[in-house]
């Protein structure tokens, strides 16, 4: 038996509303929706664990609950606070880690831009491509969250597209050189502006749409094949679970990087069970910065 601490809200979890064929299956009327969870061991049948251990896992959205060991992973609170473990050290990092690394594979000098670069996965890509010596310019949807980007974690530009009239314009002032990676998080009207500036070779990581999650029609945009073949380009999408098999590898890295100082993480924490509708709708209004966090 376990209690839950801290509960994680994510933009994949609108999608488990919709029924339809995806790759995780959808949410099931009558039953509470399911998602990232650290919790404290209340009882324990295993002896793989014992009362006060903490552990993550996939969990329903409860207070308490009871669950088979299969699933659970012990946490080390001393490491890192408990909650990173639904963050930095959790799936959006892991995201972060190799969505880059594998599929924008940096390097130094390059340009690398990110949307949503504000939030949980897109902080921690801005700062992986810091480290490998590359250009990097964010996304987000605030003043707030633009100068957070610039001063704590070392963007080199920042652009509020909700006060941006002309995105291209923007994006040509602040990448002179062109864009080399581009990091999606939100698709829509932003990607078409940031895929217009693409440099020969570039690589393009589709990893999240959520600017499209909540559409009732099928968008239409521009058509991105003739920019992609023109400048021999790459673009993949790609599931964190892809690399579930190499999961110890980016922990450890990212570990080594927040003990050395190189990475820096923000949660927005809500404080209570009854607010975690209230935390799922703010994501898609982006009133969060870095990791949106119910706390319990």
């Known amino acids: 038996m376990v209690e839950a601490m801290y509960y994680s809200v994510d933009p994949y979890m609108r999608g488990r509303m919709n029924d339809a064929k995806s790759y995780i299956s959808s949410f099931e009327t009558d039953k509470p929706i399911e998602g990232g969870v650290v919790a404290k061991v209340i ?28 699933g659970l992973q012990s946490i080390n609170a001393i490491i890192a606070p408990a909650s990173y473990y639904l963050g930095i050290l959790g799936m959006p990092g892991l995201t972060a880690y190799f969505g880059l690394m594998d599929i924008g594979k940096p390097k130094a000098g390059q340009t ?13 890509v801005g700062q992986i491509a810091k480290i490998h010596g590359c250009r990097v310019v964010g996304i987000a949807g605030s003043d707030e969250k633009i100068n957070i980007l610039k001063s704590d974690y070392e963007f080199d530009d920042a652009i509020n597209y909700k006060t941006t009239p002309d995105l291209k314009k923007a994006l040509a002032q602040s990448c002179p050189n062109g864009v080399d990676i581009y990091f999606d998080n939100v698709g829509g009207e932003i990607s078409d502006a940031v895929i217009s500036q693409i440099n020969f070779k570039a690589r393009i990581i589709v990893c999240g749409q959520i600017s499209l999650y909540n559409s009732s029609e099928i968008p239409t945009g521009p058509r991105l094949q003739p920019q992609l073949l023109s400048h021999s380009a790459l673009m993949q999408g790609f599931i964190v679970s892809d690399y579930q098999n190499r999961f110890g590898e980016g922990l450890h890295q990212l570990v080594k990087w927040i003990k050395d100082g190189n990475i820096k993480y923000m949660e927005t924490k809500l404080k209570g069970f009854d607010q975690l509708p209230n935390a799922l709708i703010g994501l898609f209004k982006g009133e969060n910065m870095g990791k949106m966090i119910v706390e319990a």
């Open 43 to 70: 009882e324990s049948k295993s002896s793989d664990f014992k009362p006060g251990d903490l552990v993550f896992g996939r969990l329903p959205w409860r207070l308490q609950t009871v669950v088979a060991v299969i």
């Open 112 to 124: 690398v831009v990110v949307s949503g670069a504000a939030g949980a996965v897109g902080m921690v």
